[in-house]
């Protein structure tokens, strides 16, 4: 049984930072790519980013680079996400989905980014 479990979540200022992590079990992590998409209120899935099996290789959404950094930490089967400079229209549900096919899904958590 595959679990993902979103975490870090919450309410920020423009301009703040919060550190997303993604605590996995039920699979073999290491095998697989990662990613992280998001879902704003009203709109669709938004895919963020993504890295490879060994953590060498990150593909970033133009609008996120240089903000976001994807990252993982095979030891611990974890995905984390980085995310300085926030935005308003950051606000929304992030998940990690896995890099198979079809995905596996996690509940997400919640980014706010208000003044």
């Known amino acids: 049984q595959v679990l993902l479990v979103e975490s870090g979540g919450g309410s920020v200022q423009p301009g703040g930072f919060l550190r997303l992590s993604c605590a996995t079990s039920?699979?073999?992590?290491?095998?697989?790519?990662m990613s992280w998409v998001r879902q704003a209120p009203g709109n669709g899935l938004e895919w963020l980013c993504s890295i490879d099996n060994g953590g060498g290789s990150t593909y970033y959404l133009q609008s996120v680079k240089g903000r976001f950094t994807i990252s993982r930490e095979n030891a611990k089967n974890t995905l984390y996400l980085s995310m300085n400079s926030l935005k308003p229209e950051d606000t929304a549900v992030y998940y990690c989905?896995?890099?198979?096919?079809?995905?596996?899904w996690g509940q997400g958590t919640q980014v706010t980014v208000s003044s």
């Open positions: 039920g699979f073999s992590f290491t095998g697989y790519w």
């Open positions: 989905p896995t890099g198979s096919v079809p995905a596996d």
